[in-house]
């Protein structure tokens, strides 16, 4: 049996180091010189996503199909750290206010990462970066959603993305809202993690380039 798995993020951390260099000396009176030393040294995120931005061509969106999109990142510390997931949908680079008609379910599982272990029906899945459709389709009980519709059933979304036993989809409608899904605070355990976030846009849905942001922003102290 497989155990659920949680995230994480770091806050980014700024060093300055200051150095006092004191040379003295001379024959009659004693001479002080001061050299300050600063070096700015650069301190890699703890957490970063090997992507954060996804087009997705409007004419392609509003097929009533399922379009998936992998999110991949890892945590490079030893410790699980917080962080706020936010994914905001755009239409030609601004947030959409009317989401009627959009529908976003993500793997709150983050069950995806059990490809790389691996693990589970691995048929098929050659490279988990590629194959991840089809570790879905042959895992689909694996898979837990949180998604912007209140029932599975309302978000029309179709297999491989199912509401197994019928208690595998949790509704988060009110945390979307003008195009921004706001996500509690979740944990991340050091190393990697992936999820899969699936959109589907019914065939009514303006068409035009849709961009979807994924961001991970830490929590206020």
């Known amino acids: 049996m497989k155990t659920k798995s949680r995230k994480i993020l ?3 951390l700024a ?3 200051v150095g006092i260099l004191f040379i003295g000396g001379a024959s009659a009176a004693l001479v002080a010189h001061f050299a300050t030393l600063t070096t700015n040294v650069s301190v890699e995120a703890p957490i970063t996503l090997e992507q954060e931005l996804y087009t997705l061509d409007g004419e392609v969106l509003n097929d009533g199909n399922n379009h998936y999109l992998l999110i991949k990142g890892k945590n490079k510390l030893e410790v699980d ?3 706020i997931p936010v994914i905001t949908i755009m239409r030609y680079g601004q947030p959409i206010i009317d989401t009627i008609g959009i529908h976003l379910a993500l793997d709150i599982g983050g069950d995806m990462h059990y490809c790389y272990d691996p693990a ?3 048929t098929n899945v050659y490279d988990c970066d590629i194959d991840y459709v089809q570790y879905l389709t042959n895992n689909p009980d694996w898979f837990d959603w949180a998604g912007t519709d209140a029932t599975y059933e309302l978000s029309g979304f179709v297999s491989p993305v199912i509401n197994h036993g019928g208690d ?3 509704g988060i409608s009110s945390l979307f809202e003008n195009g921004v899904l706001t996500l509690p605070t979740e944990g991340f355990e050091p190393g990697l993690f992936a999820a899969l976030l699936v959109v589907r846009a019914d065939l ?4 035009g380039t849709y961009t979807i942001e994924v961001e991970l922003k830490p929590v206020p102290a």
Do not use: Q
Not at 204 to 207: H, K
């Open 15 to 17: 060093l300055f180091l």
């Open 168 to 170: 595998s989809w949790v």
């Open 81 to 83: 750290v917080p962080a």
């Open 204 to 207: 009514g849905v303006t068409p």
């Open 120 to 122: 589970g029906d691995m």
């Open 10 to 12: 770091g806050i980014p």
